[in-house]
């Protein structure tokens, strides 16, 4: 599975952006898609996630600021990040979630793209 990440940039505190993933190769059995970020010093933390099914979760840090949605069709998986904060600063990056025929569960990640709020 390859995860082809777009959509960072540069905004001000208060604004929007909006990160698409799109996932292409064996994208067969791929059940939750997802964001994560990381910030210099820190851990990677979960930004928000989807199931194939439409169940999400957010990070408390970003409920009702963000939302995540998914085109299963498309196999691509949107952020919309409203309400923008310094602290939402960092490099998010795109996760997909399948299981594979063995029974293991395989994490892909695609390259990251950066945000940066300006304040």
């Known amino acids: 599975v390859q995860l082809q990440a777009s959509g960072g940039g540069l905004v001000q505190a208060g604004g929007s952006l909006r990160l698409s993933c799109a996932a292409s190769?064996?994208?067969?059995?791929?059940?939750?898609m997802g964001w994560y970020r990381r910030t210099p010093g820190r851990e990677r933390e979960l930004v928000a996630a989807?199931?194939?099914?439409?169940?999400?979760n957010y990070a408390d840090s970003v409920k009702g600021r963000f939302t995540i949605s998914r085109d299963n069709a498309k196999n691509t998986v949107y952020l919309q990040m409203n309400s923008l904060k310094s602290e939402d600063t960092a490099v998010y990056y795109c996760?997909?979630?399948?299981?594979?025929?063995?029974?293991?569960?395989?994490?892909?990640w695609g390259k990251g793209t950066q945000v940066t709020v300006s304040s």
């Open positions: 996760n997909a979630f399948k299981w594979a025929t063995s029974g293991d569960g395989m994490d892909y």
């Open positions: 989807i199931t194939s099914g439409g169940t999400t």
């Open positions: 190769g064996s994208v067969f059995s791929i059940t939750v």
